[in-house]
């Protein structure tokens, strides 16, 4: 508990902090780099903002701290004012902020310029932080101003995320990676072959996930500790038998389960770490045993004797070995692709692309090689259509020869590279299963899962997405009373778990821009949101006062709400959300 007299301190460093911030704000209306800078002064009023009716504030230092972030916003604010950036020259720590594109919030995140940047590109590692419940921003931030942290490679920038609070990067915390490096990338010289993603803890869980789903971005990756699957961690580490969960949850832990994405890694050049006594080394086990299966052999290095923490001579190792792996850099069109995926989030690596897949969830993969300059190899599983995909300048292929397409054995010859040295040619296969080549996605083909609108539910909050309340009493009294309760949970875990103020708007309030712009989440029945009424009979299901019909199944809507995502009907690029925010519980987390 913050004594009052400090309370009230800070409560007016805020409230002048706030109004320096709208001065600034105001007299750099026309800066074009309002929206980039401003979110650098922002994140320190809402550090200490958060923090009091919150009682973030955990031990008696943070709030020293805390005064000392009010008083560097200050400083930050009236210098933008007068339009001075001197922390962007600033070599050492230096604190940054964004604004997320997911909720409007700004997030903070921490980044290391070593004495020897110039402004030329230079190699960038990100260092995603291990789990702790009480790091709010208050103390993650009070940490980038006056900790280096666990490494310190040579003639590096280092990105330390924040990651949206300890969520294992997962969901919005997954996205915080991609906007940080996004904004980061606005300032600083980042050698886009030379990114690496590291981590340890439940900041090597995160690289592993990072590692496998977004292999073609890094030039390399170097997980410590964590966990790589589901089941096997939670039996282990915390005595944990969830082998009876249903098939439904066991086949959503494929999105976050490194281990069934481990092929990917024969992009992604990878040096895992555990302690030799740590039981978190079952993480790196479990990939090394994964990657066996795929004919991959890891290099695990393991801290001798020790528990939870790395070894500094294993450290020393790992820097020497991401050093030479960083000299050579990123291979930005290997010749040879591999891809595996369960759902279509994460449906490219370099140059191949998936546009469908034959069944969700279940496991889809293409292998591809080019073969000298007019033929590429190609073998499918799972997968109705794709695309290649190589950018202007990189295409290896004769650009005056059609080149030969050998696909799970069927040739065809297809177009060839465009005089920029680009090359894309889209496939699919036929009611027969005959691959043909096509014009690219088709319009009008009806309802299909695709690249962002493939679900689940959780999916709808990793982008914009607006909340929308009923305003009306509602067709049964006891379901209403749920829905309402389930949106005021949702608003509530949202900035819980996520650090955000979820966007919120009632039914009669929301407009065609926030429809073009968001997934909206709808909240209540046909009678209670007017928003929900108007797509009722779009959506798959039969709904009414005295009728909820379901796949078939009828239920009682005195006492049942529809849970689900489908496209929406009034924009069918974005997603409609039906009585749901994301959809794991308290427990869970």
Not at 372 to 385: E, I
Not at 471 to 480: F, Y
Request: a negative charge; aromatic letters at 10%.
């Amino acid at each position: 508990e913050v004594p009052a007299e400090d309370r009230e301190a800070l409560q007016r460093g805020l409230d002048d902090l706030r109004a320096m911030i709208q001065a600034a704000a105001s007299a750099q209306a026309k800066n074009p780099a309002l929206k980039d800078l401003l979110p650098d002064i922002e994140i320190y009023w809402k550090a200490v903002a958060w923090a009091l009716p919150y009682q973030e504030t955990h031990k008696k230092p943070e709030i020293k701290a805390a005064q000392e972030l009010l008083r560097e916003g200050m400083e930050r604010a009236e210098q933008f004012k007068e339009g001075k950036t001197p922390w962007l020259l600033r070599k050492g720590l230096v604190v940054r902020g964004y604004r997320s594109r997911i909720d409007g919030s700004v997030q903070p995140y921490g980044m290391v310029i070593p004495e020897s940047y110039s402004g030329a590109p230079m190699r960038l590692d990100t260092w995603v932080h291990g789990r702790g419940e009480k790091l709010s921003e208050l103390a993650f931030m009070d940490q980038r101003r006056k900790q280096t942290g666990q490494i310190q490679p040579r003639d590096t920038l280092v990105i330390h995320l924040y990651g949206r609070y300890s969520c294992a990067n997962k969901f919005a915390g997954e996205i915080d990676l991609l906007e940080a490096l996004e904004h980061a990338g606005k300032f600083y010289a980042i050698d886009e072959d030379r990114v690496i993603v590291r981590g340890f803890s439940m900041g090597g869980a995160a690289t592993w996930q990072f590692a496998v789903h977004y292999a073609d971005k890094w030039c390399a990756a170097s997980p410590g500790a964590g966990f790589s699957e589901t089941p096997e961690f939670l039996k282990g580490f915390q005595g944990e038998d969830v082998y009876g969960a249903p098939w439904y949850e066991q086949k959503l832990w494929r999105w976050y389960n490194a281990t069934d994405s481990a092929l990917n890694l024969f992009h992604c050049p990878t040096v895992a770490y555990s302690g030799e006594l740590d039981r978190q080394k079952q993480a790196a086990d479990a990939m090394e045993a994964a990657l066996r299966a795929e004919e991959l052999d890891m290099v695990h290095l393991i801290g001798p004797q020790t528990e939870h923490k790395l070894h500094p001579d294993s450290l020393q190792e790992i820097e020497e070995r991401l050093a030479s792996i960083a000299a050579l850099g990123r291979d930005r069109t290997p010749a040879e692709v591999h891809l595996n995926t369960w759902f279509l989030r994460y449906n490219r690596m370099h140059w191949v692309v998936v546009d469908r897949m034959q069944e969700q969830w279940e496991r889809a993969r293409v292998h591809a090689h080019i073969e000298g300059a007019s033929k590429v190899w190609l073998k499918t599983q799972n997968v109705s259509a794709l695309t290649l995909d190589i950018v202007p300048g990189h295409c290896p292929l004769h650009p005056m020869t059609r080149p030969l397409l050998v696909i799970d054995s069927q040739e065809l010859t297809v177009r060839r590279p465009k005089t920029d040295r680009s090359w894309k040619v889209s496939l699919r296969k036929d009611d027969k299963g005959k691959w043909q080549e096509t014009l690219g996605q088709e319009e009008g083909e009806g309802l299909v899962k695709r690249h962002g609108l493939q679900g689940p539910i959780d999916d709808a909050f990793m982008d914009r997405f607006l909340l929308v309340g009923p305003s009306g009493a509602g067709w049964n009294e006891k379901s209403n009373q749920w829905a309402v309760g389930e949106l005021e949970r949702a608003r509530f875990e949202w900035r819980r778990q996520f650090r955000g103020d979820a966007p919120f708007k009632a039914d009669a309030d929301v407009t065609e821009e926030d429809i073009a712009s968001s997934n909206l989440v709808l909240w209540g029945d046909p009678g209670s949101n007017a928003l929900l009424a108007r797509i009722l009979e779009k959506l798959p299901m039969q709904w009414a006062k005295d009728k909820l019909v379901v796949n078939g199944k009828s239920y009682d809507p005195a006492g049942h709400m529809p849970v689900l995502i489908f496209p929406n009907p009034l924009n069918p690029q974005r997603y409609v959300v039906i009585n749901s925010g994301f959809t794991y519980r308290e427990y869970a987390y």
